[in-house]
């Protein structure tokens, strides 16, 4: 059974750091490309930053460009998001996602395009 589980969520003051990890399990990362993906309360589900499968290739929202590092371990079956300088704008709900991609320097950018989900993890930016 294919899952993903993110952990590394929780309360930070403006500018702080957290790390997202994204564990994937019943499947080789090597043949998936990822993509994290966040949604605020009221708001749509977010494209943050998404990562080939030969993680080569990246691509992050303008919103958290320069702040937010996505890379991947392989060998780990993990998926990491690096998140400094942390805003209140920041704060939501953190998905990985995984889809099946036989290019292995392929960017996915549309939340449409993966079929494999987490359950999510709370960030929240507060003072």
């Known amino acids: 059974q294919l899952q993903l589980v993110e952990s590394g969520g929780g309360v930070v003051q403006p500018g702080g750091s957290l790390r997202l990890s994204c564990v994937v399990s019943?499947?080789?990362?090597?043949?998936?490309?990822i993509g994290w993906f966040r949604q605020a309360p009221g708001k749509e589900r977010e494209g943050v930053s998404c990562?080939?499968?030969?993680?080569?290739?990246?691509k992050y929202a303008d919103s958290v460009k320069g702040r937010f590092t996505i890379s991947r371990d392989n060998a780990k079956n993990t998926v990491y998001l690096q998140m400094n300088s942390l805003k209140p704008e920041d704060t939501a709900v953190y998905y990985c996602a995984a889809t099946f991609s036989p290019d292995s320097h392929r960017l996915y950018r549309n939340y449409s395009e993966y079929g494999y989900w987490g359950q999510g993890t709370q960030v929240t930016v507060s003072s």
């Open positions: 019943g499947f080789s990362l090597d043949y998936y490309a």
């Open positions: 990562i080939s499968v030969s993680g080569g290739s990246t």
